[in-house]
């Protein structure tokens, strides 16, 4: 049903003063008695199996008394949490939860279905399904085509997609020595748009396939001869199959030309765990390469550009490039839409294809900004209006827009979908794709005569094609649910990104116009969603190293854990690191008057900067309450005042 | 407190008639009110947020609306999901949870703590690592030499075991490379208990150090030169850094001698992620070697003897063996003290060293029946005077204390531990292995002056020495809870993993015994733990195909989607396949008197065994409602009846 968004926000969320609790409580009653008389009402013929008997025994009263008391403990202890509900958090990428999330969470958990196969989870699975469709449709995505599940988070999506990538690259290899063992001739598409025997393209060339023709590829060897050789074949010169040890010597050997190790390009920016994974799947952390950022913190279209064309002299092969939708320290958001035309571009001029990913395990949801209620994009002039502010720009839009030309995404809900952990989502954009790493355990099949057919069978048993085995169905009744109460559009979790954006740029301007006694307060650019990133001076502690002792005094003042007493404010902080940062240091070091760009670079400990992501969707427009601008601005001042004592008396 | 655990049982679960809903509905309302207090008495100066009169406006109501309906649409998809907490459940490994990790877990999701660093979770990454300790002494490792943590499930547990393992294959080289560039002279003890230099040693034996030794080197590696320098001289030279391509390269250069792509072992039951596991990992699928299993389903010393000695001939390295504590299908374990024997004789006679690693995703927990209350071990005729039976046996207890010496462990609370997904374990026995996959990320590094020393920081940032990022901190609520209610030793968990066993002896007993009208009932040998594997059998059908065929059938009758009709009672089924089971399968063929070996081995669609896991503690004695053996083998024969006539008909 119709409503309006900024009447409906306060009903999404318990609230800072738990003011929805009589709501919270009557849903989490009702999913429980529910359960209970489902229970109840299972054969009920079975009759009873622990009698009122059995309850007045000692030995139970004591149990009970146990479990009460340990109850008591943890509640207890779990007051020592962080406060992330409250406008005073502004730390890292957490808020509340929407009580849709929560319900939803624990109404399924009573269950506690297993999204490995529909068999343990009938109901969930399909939920899952659904929920991967709607993200699907959410980053332009043809649901048809698409593919997609949850996973525990973002470090298993980004490494399936890079798992799926890595694959992908070596399949038409692979294609090419089971199609010459089975005496098959077989094209493909080249860059240059022509078609090409498969059996007579060099390493290179093999190694530079498109996704879409290295996939019909794959769909014609296994139609041109009997599966059951097909897959021996297939078996003899997979990757996945052969292991690396013996595949790199083999290419070398085959091929006559061992090209240099392939690599990942990823975003300056990118999160930690892509190191993680690089060195999980035995590519090599020394084959991660980093693509310089702009002053914006976004992967310099022009730079890649650049990298590109550097492999291509030195014929080294590129697996994927991982694109940031929402970096984690900044929410900066990539130009897509630029990447996607120098990976055009490569294609053209240098005969280059690769996986271009989006990592929007953070900003993923602000696409929901992009659409309108009906289904249809709407235009950045509308959604400045709805913020009444300059945000976002038609850059933006585009940036956004341009997440369906990506070969896979990545999206957590338990970020900007305000659900609980664990809730990532991994998207093909290509389903066929999935099939590289799908495997068959020989005990989850669906059964054969049942009302799930075949072919609808295979697509309930989500262990086939994931990472992944057991997991919790409630994490997808969780996503489902918030997703029917806040829908993906301008109405729900766009109006609710928009208010975090509009929040956010409020402690931005009033960061820039502080003035706390003695200090300055230097801040990075209006951020792309609404991670507000500054640094605080005073003019005795010029240098980088000063600096640095500052900013961490402070963030020591307003973290969680000081001397265990809470701090007025809660933030966070990161170190923009050399060579990451080049691209974005320069403006900041203009500012900050502190050293140069050389300094900068030399000093391995970086430059120290405070942190505060806005999730809050209430600092937009303070009702009722403390304004935690205005709030934020002075608490800062005391801690900077307090830093700077600290640091004066400890000379 | 001390309580008689029989009297205790019917306090741990919400039970089959959610006897005890007062009780949980007492303990949710408890949580979730003492959160409401939380929150209200946090700053309890900044004012309400949301307004009385928000309350009122039509958006509100509206979304209010909306969530109510569409949870009361959850609710009703949700009563078609699986009755796991019935007695007429006997499927997959799941039942329901304990009351304390539901509540646990509904305690702490309302804060939503984020384990991947204690500035996220204070409180729940500690009871994470209280967990940890527990499950590590329960295994009999030394608490503060092991380390663990909780992941998403096995799959991502067994990720990370194999994983180091292939990083700790792979380190003597490393740092014998780094001590060359170094100029380093640093000694290793070699399989035959001497040391020496290990720039001297050839590749071979590089890559048959034991893990201790290995972990050693490291440490001596590290205080023999400046960090920054070995750190770099490291990163020349390790797998993770360098990548598997030029690796596999430049191996064969520098040591003129390509040994075989090294080979991991594993138990021919083990789980099919392994299969994943290897492929994701790059070692490959070929690689993957099975070891052949005796008639009870437990890996054959002496055939993984005989692998070794193989292997060793070849000069084939062997990265690590997995062991199984509880089989997928049949809960089989491992006679783990003999592997461990055979390792030491391949360490004497073949100078041959690996890492021996005990996926005890499964029967983990059945670990608990080793202790007493008083933390010393008990004795196998202690714990069958408790279960009245002939289990356990004296090899049994010797198989389960054994697991003190694999080098890793893993453990799903999600299920034996009774808790709800997700869940799993991964315990290492040498915590130095864990900075193997270690990693630094630049923005959640522990605050230097904080309540939180440096060290301990360290040990409170989970993310940097696991493989997933943000993970839920109500996981480790959940168990943390249910472990304090039911302790890991003959109380608690040892009770209720004795319960099932007995439940699952009747049950076995009974289909022994069964004699449904005109068929018979071959039933596997007395599982190790609880799950109870059969096969029905007709005179009318009797090749494997028409004994495949019938078996299907059944199965297709008792599952829980048969056109969409809930079933009397809830199987699943497995398939024996050549050669996994080659070992196992001599005796069930003679039994069916059903072909012979060859005809099985030569059919790959193997052979179809009935499968039901008995998680449910109650069955072992039913009190007052049914008898849920007798009923099973009864509804067993109408469905075999069932089952008959439509194979007869379709025909």
């Known amino acids: 049903m119709p409503h309006r968004s900024d009447e409906a926000l306060p009903a999404w969320f318990l609230g800072p003063r738990a003011e929805n609790a009589d709501l919270v409580e009557r849903l989490v009653t009702e999913a429980l008695r529910d359960h209970v008389f489902w229970r109840r009402n299972y054969h009920p013929e079975d009759g009873v199996g622990i009698r009122e008997l059995d309850k007045r025994r000692e030995g139970y009263e004591a149990a009970v008394a146990t479990l009460t008391q340990e109850l008591m403990g943890l509640l207890a202890q779990l007051k020592r949490d962080v406060p992330f509900f409250s406008g005073r958090y502004k730390g890292h990428m957490i808020f509340e939860q929407t009580i849709a999330s929560q319900i939803g969470y624990f109404a399924a958990m009573l269950y506690n279905p297993n999204n490995v196969s529909a068999e343990a989870s009938p109901v969930t699975t399909r939920l899952e399904i659904d929920v991967a469709r709607q993200l699907a449709r959410m980053v332009g995505y043809h649901p048809d085509h698409a593919w997609g599940h949850l996973t525990s988070g973002g470090t298993v999506a980004n490494f399936e997609a890079l798992w799926i990538a890595r694959n992908l690259h070596y399949l038409p290899v692979a294609a090419a020595g089971a199609a010459a063992e089975l005496g098959l001739r077989l094209d493909v598409r080249t860059p240059d748009g022509t078609s090409a025997p498969v059996r007579e393209l060099p390493l290179w060339a093999l190694l530079n396939i498109d996704a879409e023709p290295a996939l019909d590829l794959w769909q014609s060897l296994w139609s041109a001869a009997p599966a059951e050789d097909v897959r021996r074949a297939v078996e003899r010169h997979s990757l996945s199959a052969v292991g690396y040890q013996d595949y790199s010597l083999r290419l070398a050997a085959t091929y006559g030309d061992a090209l240099p190790a392939a690599v990942v390009l990823v975003a300056a920016t990118a999160h930690y765990s892509w190191e993680k994974i690089v060195r999980a799947l035995g590519i090599g952390a020394s084959q991660l390469r980093f693509v310089p950022v702009d002053a914006a913190c976004r992967t310099d279209p022009d730079a890649l550009w650049e990298r590109l064309r550097e492999f291509a002299a030195r014929r080294t092969p590129v697996i994927g490039c991982v694109s940031v939708c929402g970096t984690t320290e900044e929410s900066a958001v990539d130009r897509l839409d630029q990447l996607l035309e120098v990976r055009d571009r490569a294609r053209a001029e240098l005969g280059m294809a690769f996986h271009l990913h989006s990592d929007a395990c953070y900003g993923g949801y602000a696409a929901a900004v992009t659409w309108r209620a009906d289904g249809t994009r709407r235009t950045a002039a509308e959604a400045r209006l709805a913020t009444g502010t300059t945000w976002p720009t038609d850059d933006w839009m585009r940036a956004m827009t341009a997440l369906a030309g990506a070969d896979s995404v990545t999206i957590d809900p338990h970020k900007l979908g305000y659900v609980p952990y664990p809730a990532g989502a991994f998207l093909l954009r290509d389903r066929r794709a999935r099939d590289l790493v799908a495997i068959d355990p020989p005990y989850l099949t669906p059964p054969s005569q049942s009302t799930i057919d075949a072919g609808a069978g295979q697509e309930l048993f989500l262990g086939r094609f994931i990472f992944e085995g057991s997991k919790p169905g409630a994490a997808a009744a969780a996503v489902w649910l918030s997703h029917k109460v806040l829908p993906l559009d301008e109405r729900g979790y766009g109006y609710l990104v928009e208010r975090t954006v509009v929040g956010?740029?409020?402690?931005?301007?009033?960061?820039?116009?502080?003035?706390?006694?003695?200090?300055?307060?230097?801040?990075?650019?209006?951020?792309?969603?609404?991670?507000?990133?500054?640094?605080?001076?005073?003019?005795?502690?010029s240098t980088l190293t000063g600096l640095n002792a500052l900013n961490e005094a402070i963030y020591a003042r307003m973290s969680h854990t000081r001397d265990g007493q809470a701090p007025e404010y809660i933030i966070t902080r990161t170190r923009l690191r050399t060579p990451m940062y080049d691209g974005a240091i320069a403006p900041i070091l203009e500012s900050l008057g502190s050293g140069t760009v050389e300094e900068w670079a030399s000093d391995s400990d970086g430059l120290v900067v405070l942190r505060s992501t806005v999730m809050d969707p209430f600092l937009a427009s303070p009702t009722g309450g403390v304004d935690h601008v205005a709030g934020f601005v002075e608490a800062l001042g005391r801690a900077a005042a307090g830093a700077f004592a600290e640091l004066r008396d400890g000379d």
Not at 520 to 525: A, F, K, N, T
Not at 527 to 535: E, G, T
Request: proline share 11%; charged share 20%; hydrophobic share 50%.
């Open 504 to 541: 956010a740029r409020r402690l931005h301007a009033a960061l820039r116009a502080a003035t706390p006694d003695g200090f300055d307060v230097v801040v990075l650019p209006e951020p792309d969603i609404n991670i507000v990133c500054f640094i605080v001076r005073h003019p005795q502690l």
